[in-house]
Every structure is written in C-alpha cells, then in structure tokens.
C-alpha cells in the first residue's frame, strides 16, 4: 500500500482568492457546499490546483496521465507498477474495477482522493459490459496540492508527497497538461437548441408519453449557446458570489474546456456506511426581499404538481439506493424543505440509509447516476423519450461532479446550472421534470429561468434589481416640497422615513401633498382645501379620494398587514419588472373594476381591479395599498416615486 505524507496548513481567504484566479493556467477542480439548508447540507469546499495524475474514463478503461513528478513516482511504485498496464483500455475491462483497485492501492487516509466530473452518459456505467462508442465517461484528477474549507469556513493548504524510501524512479516526464484553447472556429455562429416557445411544444408533445400509463415523469431539457467574453475563471468568481449553492463546481480538462456551475442538488453524502441524498424539485423565481422569498415559497409549496414531482424522485432514489442499503435503514428524514438561492427558491427532500457490507461510494454513485430528477421514471423510458424528444446530445447536463475519498467517504452533486465553455462559446442547458398535468409554457418559462445566474455570471446580463433600480432613478427625484397631511394614520413616523428615504424635503407649508390615514372627516377637510395643489394619497386615504371623485366604495373586513400582488399597466411610467407585493392596511374596497372619465390605472390586483389610479388634468394619484410597508416590494417605492413626481410636473395639468 501507499502512504502518502500529507503537510497542511492555515489558508486565508485572500490564499485562496488567488488561487481561484488561477484556475483558467491548466487542470485543476472545485467542488464546494457553499450554501443551503442547516442541518441537511453538509458545508465544506475542496479546491484542487495541483493534480499529480488525471484519470480518464472510458467504457473500455481508463487513460491515465501524469501531471507532476509525484504522479510520474506513483505510477512507478510498485503498488500500482502492475495496475498501470491493466487500467489500460482494452476488451473487457471495466473502469469501475480499475479505480477500486487504483484507491485500494493507497492507505485509507481522508486526504487521499479523487476529484472530477462525469457526464450524463456516465450512466452506461452501470452495466456489466458498458457499450464503447469512443466518448469519455468521466474526468477524476488525483490531488497532490489542494485547499480545503471546513463547516467552520476555515481553510487549510494541504500537500501529499511520497516518503523517500517507498519511491521509484520515475519515468520521464510528458509534457505538461495544460489547457490552451483553439481560436474559435471561423464563421462558427453559435445557436440555441429551440427558438423562444420551441421548448414549449416539444413539452407538449412529451405529455403523450406521460398519459401512457408506463411512464410515470419525464425530465427533458433544452441548450442555450452563447460568445462569451469573460474567461471562465471571470465568470466562476461571479457565480460564486452571486449564487452560492449547495453543489457549487469548476472543472478544466486542461485540454480547453472548462465546465462551471450551482447546482441545487447534492446527490449523494456518504460518510462511513451512512448514506444520505438531497433531491431538490420545483421551481419558482425568488421574490425580492423577505416577504417576497416567504411569498415565494408559499406559491411552490401549494403547487401540488411540484410536490408530485419530488415524491416521484424520493421515491425513485429510494428504489435507486434501497439494493446498496440494509433492509429497513432507507427512510425519507426530510420532506419539502424550503431551499432559498439567489433568483429562485425549491423544495428538498432528504433520504438516508446505511449500505451493506461490500458496498461502496462507486457502487452509489453508478446506481443514482442519470437520477430520476434529470430523466424520469421508469430510467429506461425516460432515457428512451429523451433520445427521442431532445434536440441535441445533453453533455455534462444531468452527469455528477464527484469526490471519493481514499477512507470511502464521497460527495456527489448533480451537474445542473452549469456552462461548458470551449473556443468561446458557452453552452448552458436547464430543463424541468413534467408530470402528465404540467403547463408546457410555465415549462419554458421555468427553464429560462434556471439559466438567468449563468447568464449574469458570464457577463450577459438579464434585467436585474441593480438595472431596474437604475432605470427608474431616471425618473428622477419628486421636483417640489411636499406637505404630509396625517388623517389618523398608524404609521405617520413610517411614512415620513420612507418619504425622506426617497429624497423628499418635507415642509408643512408645500403647496404639493401628501395624504395619509383613515379618517373620512378629516381626508374630506384637506381635500375641501386642496384646490388646485397637487395631491398624492395612500392607503384608506386614497378610497376616501377617490369616493368625493364619484367612485362607489364599500366597507370590508379590515385587512391589516395582508398581502396582495399588483401588476404594472402599459401606462406605468417606471421600469415593468412584472408583478410585485404590497401589503394592505385597511377597512374600504373598491365593489368593480369600472374606471371614470378622466382616470388612468397604472397597477391592479389579482382580480383586475385596479389599485394605482391617477388623474392627470386634476394631478391626483392614489395608492391604495401601503408602499412604506417593509412587507411590500421595491417596485412599490418606485410607483410611489412615480406618482410623487407625476402630480409635481406642471405640464401634467393641461393633460385630459
């Protein structure tokens, strides 16, 4: 057997910031857990910049390469001298048996391991004689140097080396592995696999196979392809920070591709015989802010297709992982556990189980590779529709970023989220697992989606908070002084911080105003006096506006602190965005939709009606929900920018 030294020592974060620059110079791995949910995800991060050798996997085999003197002295030790010419490809050889007989050859010390990535076919592994088409299987790279955090966010700077007197002298050394990519191709254009409503119909045609009663889910997917400027190493360090996740990953082959991503799902932890997986299902954009995270989770958490779904991938893991476990140990331990990221939420069940003597890490990683949450169940039908159905070869999409131990531990995340850039071009691939009832356009939408933080990281930018807050600052600051009339509200002091938070001086004697509270008498004074002053209201003020305007209003429950979601008009002067929260405070509604001459709706409710009103020629707006409400969404400061702004501009009044 092997025993490599292992040195270590404390790393800073500014350490390895400087080596995760470096990670475009040539073949190197991360893999880390930098987010998820307490108690489930185990949080730690192994970034490998030294490889002593690469392991490549083949039906057939492996190919291996030394990538430094420590990798050229293993491969002539006499532990591994004989494996060397029998993990050569060949007829008959299973790669499964070379890297078994590879690990065993080391003591079962934690720091000796294997990193890398295999791709979606990887899943032909399992069987006994794996169909060779010529096509990689997987990429492992054995560390020599590599940084390493723990659950406490410390890391450590950890070199193996190979005692003096268990050495050989090596064979002479190749040349280096090192990742140069080739100029792109000329004329090369890249494409997507669909055109915008493509992967729509191919979702609906799918839901044929899905009312045959033999195919219970399918998970099919679509590519988006893109010239990217930034280099990869670039575009990790943006995902990294702007989307942490549980399964957070870089891989260079260090011959010119390079594959990074966050992916929900941390498919396998094996610590020991104790095996546990996190499968994660539906899918919903992350509202902004708390109240819109809880409101987001709230709208997945009743979604009862989503909820199908992920009973339908436990149940499949649990057939997946039940032959590799004791009788009886597989249980479900956690069942729709919210999981928030940076521009979408999920739900996460967790499974666990303890393995039966003789088991091991590559018998769980082979048995869940292609997984029901990026295939389907049955595995066999589902692998024939997507043949079938998708329009080009998935890759990387839907394969396993892995690292086994020498000791048998391993980790395994499912490549989900992920760009393969190669000559320049991006390729990000995202899909979605369909039930017989699920909406082909909520299926486009949602895959869309999942490629935003890829997109943002690769500096391809979609709309963002940052952007909308930019282009609504053109509006520009409200122009005059504004009085703030208080008619009995609960939140004056509320009110006025948030008025001076956008920027307004306020000044008791302004001829603008801005009125508040609940009490008719008094909102009636203030408009008997108004004349022709400009006039903002908000909240029960603005029903009592709009009453001496002619509109019918009627006395409700009070709904105090409530929730409602509003959706801009085409007559919305700040940046659409799509629907928003605002919360309400409040005994009045308005009993129809009917609008009156001279009134124009910027925002309404769920049930049409309409909830930001203004008029031009009597420059009046009315908010009928509460924008200062911490409970209500940015946008709803912006429409309370815009209307502050809209009745202070002077030609507004010669408006009809």
């Known amino acids: 057997m092997i025993g490599l030294q292992v040195s270590r020592r404390p790393a800073s974060s500014e350490d390895v910031e400087q080596a995760l620059a470096q990670l475009d110079a040539g073949a190197c791995a991360y893999f880390g857990c930098d987010a998820g949910v307490a108690g489930l995800h185990p949080l730690q991060a192994t970034l490998l910049d030294g490889p002593a050798l690469s392991l490549r996997v083949h039906a057939d085999g492996l190919v291996v390469q030394t990538c430094s003197a420590l990798g050229r002295s293993l491969l002539a030790h006499p532990a591994l001298s004989a494996w060397t010419g029998l993990a050569q490809r060949g007829h008959g050889r299973h790669p499964l048996a070379s890297l078994r007989a590879f690990m065993a050859a080391f003591e079962p010390a934690h720091e000796v391991m294997l990193l890398g990535a295999l791709p979606f076919n990887a899943h032909r592994l399992a069987a006994a004689r794996p169909a060779c088409d010529g096509q990689a299987l997987g990429l492992l790279f054995l560390a020599e140097r590599y940084w390493q955090r723990d659950a406490d966010g410390q890391w450590q700077h950890i070199q193996l080396t190979l005692p003096a007197p268990g050495t050989a002298?090596?064979?002479?050394?190749?040349?280096?592995?090192?990742?140069?990519?080739?100029?792109?191709?000329?004329?090369?254009?890249?494409?997507?696999?669909?055109?915008?409503?493509?992967?729509?119909?191919?979702?609906?045609?799918?839901?044929?196979?899905?009312?045959?009663?033999?195919?219970?889910?399918?998970?099919?997917?679509?590519?988006?392809?893109?010239?990217?400027?930034?280099?990869?190493?670039?575009?990790?360090?943006?995902?990294?920070?702007?989307?942490?996740?549980?399964?957070?990953?870089?891989?260079?082959?260090?011959?010119?591709?390079?594959?990074?991503?966050?992916?929900?799902?941390?498919?396998?932890?094996?610590?020991?015989?104790?095996?546990?997986?996190?499968?994660?299902?539906?899918?919903?954009?992350?509202?902004?802010?708390?109240?819109?995270?809880a409101e987001s989770f709230r709208e997945l958490v009743n979604e009862d297709v989503d909820a199908a779904s992920l009973a339908v991938c436990s149940d499949a893991l649990r057939n997946d992982l039940a032959p590799l476990c004791e009788p009886g140990s597989l249980r479900l331990m956690d069942r729709r556990r919210p999981l928030s990221l940076s521009t979408v939420v999920h739900t996460v069940d967790r499974l666990g189980g303890r393995l039966r003597p003789g088991v091991?890490?590559?018998?769980?990683?082979?048995?869940?590779?292609?997984?029901?949450?990026?295939?389907?169940?049955?595995r066999h039908l589902?692998?024939?529709?997507?043949?079938?159905?998708?329009?080009?070869?998935?890759?990387?999409?839907?394969?396993?970023?892995?690292?086994?131990?020498?000791?048998?531990?391993?980790?395994?995340?499912?490549?989900?989220?992920?760009?393969?850039?190669?000559?320049?071009?991006?390729?990000?691939?995202?899909?979605?697992?369909?039930?017989?009832?699920?909406?082909?356009?909520?299926?486009?939408?949602?895959?869309?989606?999942?490629?935003?933080?890829?997109?943002?990281?690769?500096?391809?930018?979609?709309?963002?908070?940052?952007?909308?807050?930019?282009?609504?600052?053109?509006?520009?600051?409200?122009?005059?002084?504004?009085?703030?009339?208080?008619?009995?509200?609960?939140?004056?002091?509320?009110?006025?911080?948030?008025?001076?938070?956008?920027?307004?001086?306020?000044?008791?004697?302004?001829?603008?105003?801005?009125?508040?509270?609940?009490?008719?008498?008094?909102?009636?004074?203030?408009?008997?006096?108004?004349?022709?002053?400009?006039?903002?209201?908000?909240?029960?003020?603005?029903?009592?506006?709009?009453?001496?305007?002619?509109?019918?209003?009627?006395?409700?429950?009070?709904?105090?602190?409530?929730?409602?979601?509003?959706?801009?008009?085409?007559?919305?002067?700040?940046?659409?965005?799509?629907?928003?929260?605002?919360?309400?405070?409040?005994?009045?509604?308005?009993?129809?939709t009917t609008i009156l001459p001279g009134w124009e709706v910027w925002a309404h409710d769920e049930k049409q009606r309409p909830v930001l009103l203004v008029h031009a020629l009597n420059r009046v707006a009315c908010l009928l929900f509460r924008a200062d409400s911490l409970l209500s969404d940015t946008p709803a400061l912006e429409s309370l920018r815009a209307a502050l702004r809209f009745v202070s501009t002077p030609q507004n009044s010669n408006v009809e």
């Open 360 to 378: 091991d890490a590559w018998d769980a990683i082979v048995a869940t590779a292609a997984p029901a949450m990026v295939t389907g169940t049955p």
């Open 169 to 293: 002298t090596p064979p002479p050394e190749p040349p280096p592995v090192r990742g140069t990519p080739a100029p792109p191709p000329a004329g090369l254009d890249p494409h997507d696999d669909y055109p915008h409503g493509g992967y729509a119909e191919m979702v609906g045609r799918a839901l044929v196979h899905l009312h045959e009663p033999s195919l219970v889910s399918l998970t099919l997917s679509q590519s988006f392809r893109r010239r990217v400027a930034l280099s990869p190493a670039q575009a990790f360090a943006r995902l990294r920070q702007v989307n942490p996740a549980p399964a957070t990953f870089f891989l260079n082959d260090g011959e010119g591709e390079c594959l990074f991503g966050a992916s929900p799902d941390l498919q396998l932890v094996l610590r020991g015989c104790e095996i546990q997986s996190l499968p994660v299902c539906g899918t919903v954009a992350r509202g902004a802010g708390p109240v819109g995270e």
């Open 382 to 592: 589902a692998l024939a529709a997507i043949e079938q159905l998708e329009a080009s070869p998935r890759g990387w999409y839907g394969g396993l970023m892995v690292l086994v131990r020498a000791s048998g531990d391993a980790l395994a995340g499912t490549i989900l989220r992920a760009a393969a850039i190669r000559n320049g071009i991006a390729e990000v691939r995202t899909g979605g697992d369909l039930m017989a009832d699920s909406s082909p356009e909520r299926e486009e939408n949602e895959s869309r989606l999942k490629a935003i933080s890829l997109w943002r990281a690769l500096g391809i930018d979609p709309p963002s908070s940052a952007a909308t807050m930019a282009a609504t600052d053109s509006l520009g600051q409200p122009a005059r002084r504004f009085a703030l009339h208080d008619a009995g509200d609960p939140f004056p002091a509320a009110v006025r911080d948030t008025l001076e938070g956008l920027g307004m001086a306020l000044d008791a004697g302004a001829p603008l105003i801005l009125l508040i509270g609940s009490d008719g008498w008094a909102c009636r004074n203030v408009l008997a006096a108004k004349g022709q002053h400009p006039l903002v209201a908000m909240g029960d003020a603005a029903f009592h506006v709009l009453e001496q305007a002619g509109f019918g209003i009627e006395t409700v429950a009070p709904a105090h602190g409530r929730l409602m979601v509003c959706t801009p008009t085409a007559a919305a002067p700040w940046k659409d965005d799509g629907p928003f929260i605002v919360a309400r405070y409040g005994h009045l509604a308005l009993p129809d």
